[in-house]
């Protein structure tokens, strides 16, 4: 496996599964967790992964021995180890537990891997993309347009602080957790446990409103580090609060003009079937 490796996160229904794609060697590495979450159901992916990872040692399956560790983000933001395999390790595991979506899950492999090669003659292409997969879990033009603009200005604001001296990783995440704690009064976790999310992406999740108030703080703190040339960590997180406090002020004045809460549990999830 090389070093130029590059992180993203897939969506199978709307269940996050994170990859790395391996350029030189033009090879997906898929979260072998992640993918036993989508087959289980299972509250604790990562322990039902363990006990089936001892039963396929003791078998003497290759699948094992193909699985890499490499760091992914985890939820908390910190990059951690994890086990991950290519398309046809995951096929194998796949295999390996009863599952009805083990068949969908084969068919959204054999999806990824061509739209890649799509994807790397037009990138155009992964945008129109996205925006099929957003219409298609119900979401208005207007949101999309909203998620595409603010997802533009997100980049624009990681591309200054990986080139003045802050990590991608935790660095980021504490970053990212400061400016949204600043505009919305809740860190980026319990916005979350408020929308009821787990995996899923929090943008993914967010109202319109709650959406443009994440860019307008993002776009703020990336305005007011270049204007400070804020490097490393210190300035950077001063530039944050800031960025931060003036979305706050703009959504407290909203708010107080309209009687309505802009952060709120409301989501984006399928309805939960009923016991019966």
């Keep these: 496996m090389t070093q130029n490796l590059s992180e993203q996160t897939a969506f199978f229904e709307d269940r996050g599964i994170r990859r790395v794609y391996d350029e030189q060697a033009d090879v997906w590495y898929f979260s072998v967790v992640d993918i036993v979450g989508v087959l289980t159901d299972s509250p604790d992916p990562g322990a039902y992964w363990r006990k089936l ?45 009863p599952s009805p979506k083990a068949e969908p899950v084969k068919q959204w492999l054999a999806r990824v891997g061509y739209e890649r090669m799509r994807e790397l003659a037009d990138p155009a292409r992964a945008i129109d993309r996205a925006r099929e997969l957003y219409k298609q879990h119900g979401r208005s033009d207007k949101w999309i347009e909203r998620r595409m603009s603010g997802q533009e200005t997100r980049n624009k604001l990681t591309d200054y602080w990986k080139e003045h001296d ?10 990212t957790n400061i400016i949204h704690q600043e505009w919305s009064g809740v860190s980026v976790r319990k916005h979350k446990e408020m929308k009821g999310l787990t995996s899923q992406n929090l943008r993914d999740h967010m109202s ?51 009687g309505q809460k802009v952060v709120t549990g409301e989501n984006f999830l399928p309805p939960q079937k009923k016991l019966r």
């Design 166 to 175: 802050i990590k991608e990783g935790q660095e980021y995440a504490i970053l």
């Design 53 to 97: 990872k001892q039963r396929l040692s003791k078998e003497g399956s290759e699948v094992v021995t193909n699985c890499h560790g490499l760091k992914l983000t985890a939820q908390d933001g910190k990059k951690r180890l994890t086990d991950v395999a290519t398309a046809e390790g995951i096929l194998r595991i796949v295999q390996s537990i």
């Design 208 to 258: 319109e409103a709650e959406l443009l108030f994440t860019a307008l703080a993002e776009l703020s703190t990336r305005q007011i580090a270049e204007s400070e040339e804020a490097t490393g960590m210190e300035e950077n997180v001063s530039a944050a609060v800031q960025g931060g406090s003036i979305a706050r002020n703009a959504r407290q004045e909203l708010e107080s003009r309209t």
